[in-house]
């Protein structure tokens, strides 16, 4: 006995298209810094029975309207629940270190705070891409950048970041030659996006920075493995 064919017209399914699709709902359309001390809560492959902390950045509203979490995170100011990487980190969840909460979804506070915001900052989609939003780096946050794969690695401080309209998010870093005036803050002429003139921009919390400035053994062999693996040396890097 035959299949019955279906009354239905057989549809090509673009499959990339779909994929760009889902990836354009995700994209960032708003950031609050997080100035309360939650935390992102990860764990190791190789430390199963321990949870590690790692203070939060922001929060970002996507287009899909979801909010998640953001820490500087290997090359980029990535959402928590996208760390799934059984060497480098496995997203658990959020911490209110005051009272120890553990919890999966954002607070209803930033919630509210970014859907408000968004709404008031409704900007025109235009072709070209735009600036939306600065913040302030708060938390002493490093890069480590390299141009050339022979050129040495430069450790510099992150003084901001700015989101784009195409929902992209980027470090500030100085050039020191155009330093006139002092403390650092968003939009003064000095300040560059990290990968418009750098190859590659690793980011690092300010006591792991500290540990590369230091020349720490333990620290530089750990740092030559992630970046450059195959390699047991690493230059040290220049301010």
């Not at 699709?21 to 100035?35: G, K, N, T």
């Not at 235009?126 to 890069?143: F, N, R, S, V, Y």
């Not at 901001?160 to 992209?168: A, E, M, V």
Request: negative net charge; charged residues 25%; contains cysteine.
């Amino acid at each position: 006995m035959g299949i019955p064919q279906s009354p239905r017209s057989a549809q090509v399914i673009d499959l990339e298209a779909m994929r760009q699709r889902q990836l354009a709902r995700r994209r960032l359309v708003r950031l609050s810094p997080e100035l309360d001390n939650l935390e992102m809560v990860y764990r190791l492959a190789s430390d199963a029975d321990t949870l590690y902390g790692m203070p939060l950045l922001a929060w970002g509203l996507q287009e899909d309207g979801e909010v998640v979490g953001l820490v500087p995170w290997m090359e980029a100011l990535t959402p928590c629940h996208r760390l799934d990487d059984a060497e480098h980190g496995h997203f658990i969840g959020y911490r209110d270190p005051e009272t120890e909460e553990l919890f999966e979804e954002a607070p209803e506070h930033k919630v509210l705070e970014l859907e408000h915001a968004a709404a008031y900052f409704d900007y025109e989609e235009t072709d070209e891409t735009t600036l939306i939003q600065q913040l302030p780096e708060t938390q002493g946050t490093h890069a480590l950048c390299m141009d050339e794969s022979d050129a040495p690695w430069q450790l510099k401080q992150v003084f901001g970041w700015r989101l784009y309209s195409d929902g992209t998010v980027e470090a500030l870093l100085a050039d020191e030659r155009l330093i006139e005036t002092t403390p650092i803050l968003p939009g003064d002429p000095c300040l560059y996006p990290g990968h418009s003139r750098h190859r590659v921009v690793y980011f690092f919390q300010r006591q792991i920075a500290n540990r590369i400035r230091h020349e720490d053994p333990t620290t530089l062999e750990a740092l030559a493995l992630m970046v450059m693996p195959g390699s047991g040396d690493v230059d040290t890097p220049s301010d």
